[in-house]
Every structure is written in structure tokens, then in C-alpha cells.
């Protein structure tokens, strides 16, 4: 079973930083051979897909709303997942969640909120 823990979140002005962490309780190679991704969910709308990357750590991808903006790493000798977060965007207030899509495992969610 996987466990997945998002960290990191809290209330920050437009322009500003946030990390995000995703720890994964799981055995060390099943979180080093899988891709991870983050999602987001806003109130009143769908949860959508923010960024992925794969087992390696060396293909990425973004959506287009936050290309340039995030940045999505890991470390495998850790199990943790992380989404650098800059120049925030109110558009950009939502629950962050963390995915293992093999697994089909989410995590809790953790709040972000960008005042303007």
C-alpha cells in the first residue's frame, strides 16, 4: 500500500514562492521506478493536472498554466517528490495533491492561497 503526504503549502502574496513536498511511504524501488505527478483542485472546479515526471527525475512535463513558473523534481534516495513554486498567481489558490498514478494513490491535499 501507498502512503502519500503533501507538505509545504500555506498563504503567500502574488509573486511570491512556495515548495511543495510529497513524502511516499512505500518501499524504495517502487517509488524509484514510478512516475509521479501533482495535481491541483480549486473551489468550485475539477481537479486538474499541474506537472509529472518520470522514475529518473529527467523528463518532466507542465501544464500550460504553470510552464516557467514551477519547477517538479524528486529524489529517489529520499521517496519524496517536490513542485518549486514561483511567481504565484492568485489563479493559482487551490489544494495541491500528489499522485501516484500506478498505484492510482493519492495524497491528503495541502492548501495554497495566493492573495493579490
Known amino acids: 500500500q501507498v502512503q502519500l503526504v503533501e507538505s509545504g503549502g500555506g498563504l503567500v502574496q502574488a509573486g511570491g514562492s512556495l515548495r511543495l513536498s510529497c513524502a511516499a511511504s512505500?518501499?524504495?524501488?517502487?517509488?524509484?521506478?514510478?512516475?509521479m505527478e501533482w495535481y491541483r483542485q480549486a473551489p468550485g472546479k475539477q481537479r486538474e493536472f499541474v506537472a509529472r515526471?518520470?522514475?529518473?527525475?529527467?523528463?518532466?512535463e507542465y501544464a500550460d498554466s504553470v510552464k516557467g513558473r514551477f519547477t517538479i523534481s524528486r529524489d529517489n534516495a529520499k521517496n519524496m517528490m517536490y513542485l518549486q513554486m514561483n511567481n504565484l498567481k492568485p489563479e493559482d489558490t487551490a489544494v495541491y495533491f500528489c499522485?501516484?498514478?500506478?498505484?492510482?494513490?493519492w495524497g491528503q491535499g495541502t492548501q495554497v492561497t495566493v492573495s493579490s
Open positions: 512505500v518501499t524504495g524501488s517502487i517509488f524509484s521506478l514510478a512516475t
Open positions: 499522485k501516484m498514478p500506478s498505484r492510482g494513490s
Open positions: 515526471i518520470l522514475s529518473t527525475g529527467i523528463i518532466t
